[in-house]
């Protein structure tokens, strides 16, 4: 499977970004997919997933301002960044895997990984 995200750039706290995930060579559903970010000399962290039934999970510092979703039509995940602020700065990784014991919330259920897009939040 492969993985390629877009939609990243520049933008000032406050602003909204939204990102694409177009996968190929598999088919989302029945798949976890998720959101993931790492910042310069931090370690990377789960933003958002969404099971194949649609059920959703945040990480708490972006809950209310980012949204995750999926077409399974077009075999596209989404990640709607509103409110953004400087911490949200990172490289975002799209990533997609079967469930780990039966969750998508930990990193262990994501096998296929996209090549990231940046995203720059300034004050």
């Known amino acids: 499977g492969q993985l390629v995200e877009s939609g990243g750039g520049s933008v000032q706290a406050g602003g909204s970004l939204r990102l694409s995930c177009a996968a190929s060579?598999?088919?989302?559903?029945?798949?976890?997919m998720g959101w993931f970010r790492q910042a310069p000399g931090k370690e990377r962290e789960g933003v958002a997933t969404?099971?194949?039934?649609?059920?959703?999970n945040y990480a708490d510092s972006v809950k209310g301002r980012f949204t995750i979703s999926k077409d399974n039509a077009k075999n596209t995940l989404y990640l709607q960044m509103n409110s953004l602020k400087p911490e949200d700065t990172a490289m975002y990784y799209c990533?997609?895997?079967?469930?780990?014991?039966?969750?998508?919330?930990?990193?262990?259920?994501?096998?296929?990984w996209g090549q990231g897009t940046q995203v720059t939040v300034s004050s």
């Open positions: 969404i099971a194949s039934g649609g059920s959703t």
């Open positions: 060579g598999y088919t989302s559903s029945g798949y976890c």
């Open positions: 990533a997609a895997g079967a469930p780990w014991f039966g969750s998508c919330r930990s990193s262990r259920a994501y096998k296929y």
